[in-house]
């Protein structure tokens, strides 16, 4: 049995970087690749070096797979680096944040402002009790509070365990209790889609079995909802006003001087199954490889306007919303609501009037635009922009032209950027100036990362399809996982036997013959049709390919003779319609597009499909209903409706 992946798609449409752009970007020579292969601890070590270290660290990096210290013998604030630098400077009054809220409520921080709330709050937090080392679960909407509390978490040296405001009462329950938090930071509601999303009565709760915390701070997000059936009431001598704590707090807190190698945060990442797993970060090497991956991949200059679309609750919004753009300075948006409210342009809507200059998004986003319709951009002015991100999931390359197209004017560059939640920061990308990308592949890792495509045995695949590996430590690398250190080697570095140096995201890849990579989907998705293992993406993308769909889910169902037959859940864009007939010409278009092997068995069309709450396809839901067999675990979904209607329309297919 291999682990070789079939290669069924070829893409050949090629961007060079616009020459526009490499006037004057942050890296425009490509011998900044060879430069870090060639040493990668000196390569390292000059970007540290770009940090406001207290006391600078001795060894770059100490290796012995698989666990890695970085930046060992040096300490640093990364509070201080985010923001006591900057308001030393001009940017003391440049806006950090540019919050606006689901109603079109709108505020402004400078660096100033958030420098002197992230102070008050650190001197809250330590009024409550809580020192170096413990843990405060934040349990908030999109709103600049939930960036003072990370970053007064880090003044202080507390580690902060960010759970998503869209999680239930039981996910925050176990997460609180995994990590043993001592204070709890929520608000009285959020808004989403128009409607109270209730935070703290489902924190109320939550906190019915959470022994270890000892108090809530309640940030007013909603005056006078206390009484109503979102919030309920406080509760005395553990509930606390937000704003009433900060109102009496001094403004001024010493940043804590952390060890390189002190736990910056946690953050629980459920994958599609299985038990919530506490990714653990650290300081120093969390913070180098957030600041100069954002620097590098986004390019960013003192004037731009950065919208990375992520909430908090995901790595993404860590890296990308907080501590990257703040480490280097920028301005970012920050948006708390849907993009279809009040109307479906929304987003655009912001990035006209905000100005906005880099968007960086998920595909999911992107084919529910695509399937909304091309007017809503089109009322738009959206010539500001210079940058376009995505990430999250594989881009379809038609998605990738619509992204180009319809947002971009076809004058952006787009990065594709492949990571995960266990890699801290961006690892495979184009840099903006100097990658010619190729929609549908996040191109090659950034200097400083090394990856691979193994076979099973660890033998490499130089051209061809495969297992995707990571093959040297890197800064911002996971370093365990949270009261689990066994799990942490077992999941991430046990692969292949002999070899705990490599590390395996789970996800398969393949690279062509520009040594670009295309990820292919999460391996555990993989297909298997009559004795070929077909990664989940490229199926969808030949489906995607066609006019009139806007997303499609692949998925593999027990087949007689062939082992796997494919089947397809396909969401149509707005105004074309379902019938036997467009069934057959799908199936017929992937047969074209790719080959007879890949065409698909069944097609099921279906308004939505079963994601995640951070809006990645959960295709072992779909597997389930094409198996015919009782749904698992659907409480990481983001509405389990969805599965329930696609399971009674398949059903009522096949009969
Ligand atoms: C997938 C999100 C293809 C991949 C930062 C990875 C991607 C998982 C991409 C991590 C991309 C993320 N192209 N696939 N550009 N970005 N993925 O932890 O399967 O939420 O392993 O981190 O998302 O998801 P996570």
């Known amino acids: 049995m291999s682990d070789d992946l079939d290669v069924l798609l070829s893409e050949h449409r090629k961007f060079d970087p616009p020459a526009a752009f490499r006037a004057g970007a942050a890296i425009a020579s490509p011998d900044v690749y060879d430069r870090a292969s060639a040493d990668l601890r000196r390569y390292w070590g000059e970007q540290a070096d770009k940090l406001e270290w207290i006391t600078r660290y001795e060894t770059v990096l100490d290796w012995k797979p698989p666990h890695a210290r970085w930046f060992d013998g040096g300490t640093l604030n990364v509070s201080a680096n985010c923001l006591d630098r900057h308001v030393r400077t001009a940017r003391r009054n440049k806006a950090a944040l540019v919050f606006e809220g689901e109603p079109g409520d709108r505020r402004t921080l400078t660096y100033w402002d958030l420098y002197v709330q992230v102070n008050q709050f650190a001197n809250?937090?330590?009024?409550?009790?809580?020192?170096?080392?413990?843990?405060?679960?934040?349990?908030?909407p999109l709103i600049p509070e939930a960036a003072v509390a990370m970053l007064a978490c880090a003044r202080i040296g507390a580690i902060h365990s960010v759970v998503f405001g869209g999680f239930s009462p039981e996910s925050l329950r176990d997460r609180i209790n995994d990590s043993e938090?001592?204070?709890?930071?929520?608000?009285?509601?959020?808004?989403?889609?128009?409607?109270?999303?209730?935070l703290k009565r489902?924190?109320?709760?939550?906190?019915?079995?959470?022994?270890?915390?000892?108090?809530?701070v309640v940030v007013r997000r909603r005056p006078g909802a206390v009484g109503d059936e979102a919030f309920a009431e406080m509760t005395?001598?553990?509930?606390?006003?937000?704003?009433?704590?900060?109102?009496?707090?001094?403004?001024?807190?010493?940043?804590?001087?952390?060890d390189a190698e002190d736990v910056l945060f946690i953050l629980y990442t459920s994958g599609t199954t299985g038990k919530p797993k506490g990714i653990v970060h650290t300081t120093a090497g969390y913070l180098v490889g957030a600041q100069t991956s954002t620097a590098q991949v986004f390019d960013l200059k003192d004037d731009d306007v950065f919208w990375?679309?992520?909430?908090?609750?995901?790595?993404?919004?860590?890296?990308?919303?907080?501590?990257?753009?703040?480490?280097?300075?920028?301005?970012?948006?920050?948006?708390?609501?849907?993009?279809?409210w009040p109307e479906k342009d929304r987003f655009w809507e912001v990035c006209e009037r905000l100005g906005v200059t880099i968007l960086y998004t998920a595909p999911t986003a992107i084919r529910a635009f695509m399937k909304w319709g091309d007017h809503w951009p089109?009322?738009?002015?959206?010539?500001?922009?210079?940058?376009?991100?995505?990430?999250?999931?594989?881009?379809?390359?038609?998605?990738?032209?619509?992204?180009?197209e319809h947002i971009g004017g076809n004058r952006c560059p787009i990065v594709d950027t492949w990571w995960q939640t266990e890699t801290g920061s961006i690892v495979i990308s184009p840099l903006p100036a100097l990658t010619a990308t190729k929609p549908g592949s996040a191109t090659v890792p950034l200097p400083g990362y090394s990856a691979a495509i193994l076979d099973v045995k660890g033998n490499e695949i130089p051209v061809g399809g495969g297992l995707l590996a990571l093959t040297q430590p890197w800064p911002s690398m996971l370093r365990t996982i949270w009261g689990d250190a066994k799990r942490y080697v077992d999941t991430y570095f046990s692969k292949w036997p002999g070899h705990p140096e490599l590390y395996f995201p789970g996800d398969g890849a393949k690279r062509d013959d520009d040594g670009y990579f295309w990820i292919l989907g999460r391996v555990d998705d993989v297909l298997n049709v009559a004795g070929h293992r077909i990664g989940t993406m490229e199926v969808e993308s030949a489906l995607v390919e066609h006019p009139a769909v806007a997303e499609a889910a692949v998925v593999g169902k027990t087949h007689e003779l062939k082992g796997q037959a494919i089947a397809a859940f396909v969401t149509l864009r707005e105004g074309f319609k379902q019938s036997p007939g467009m069934r057959d010409e799908l199936r017929d278009f992937v047969g074209e597009k790719i080959g007879a092997i890949a065409k698909p068995d069944d097609v099921l069309f279906s308004a939505d499909?079963?994601?995640?709450?951070?809006?990645?396809?959960?295709?072992?839901?779909?597997?389930?209903?094409?198996?015919?067999?009782?749904?698992?675990?659907?409480?990481?979904?983001?509405?389990?409706?969805v599965v329930s209607s696609l399971k009674e329309m398949y059903e009522a297919q096949e009969s």
Not at 124 to 140: C, E, F
Not at 203 to 216: C, F, G, M, N, Y
């Open 236 to 258: 005395e001598g553990r509930d606390l006003w937000y704003h009433r704590l900060m109102r009496g707090a001094a403004m001024w807190c010493e940043p804590e001087a952390m």
């Open 378 to 404: 089109a009322r738009h002015d959206l010539s500001r922009l210079r940058l376009l991100g995505s990430v999250g999931e594989p881009i379809n390359p038609e998605a990738w032209m619509w992204y180009r």
């Open 308 to 340: 990375c679309t992520a909430d908090v609750g995901w790595v993404t919004g860590h890296t990308y919303l907080v501590y990257g753009p703040l480490a280097n300075g920028a301005t970012c948006v920050m948006y708390e609501g849907a993009p279809d």
């Open 181 to 198: 938090c001592k204070v709890l930071v929520t608000a009285d509601g959020g808004y989403r889609r128009g409607s109270v999303v209730p």
């Open 202 to 216: 489902n924190a109320d709760k939550a906190l019915e079995e959470t022994p270890s915390i000892e108090h809530v």
């Open 609 to 641: 499909l079963p994601k995640t709450r951070s809006g990645k396809i959960m295709r072992r839901l779909l597997r389930d209903i094409a198996e015919g067999r009782a749904l698992g675990d659907t409480t990481t979904l983001a509405d389990p409706n």
């Open 124 to 140: 809250v937090l330590k009024s409550l009790g809580v020192t170096r080392g413990d843990r405060v679960a934040i349990y908030l």
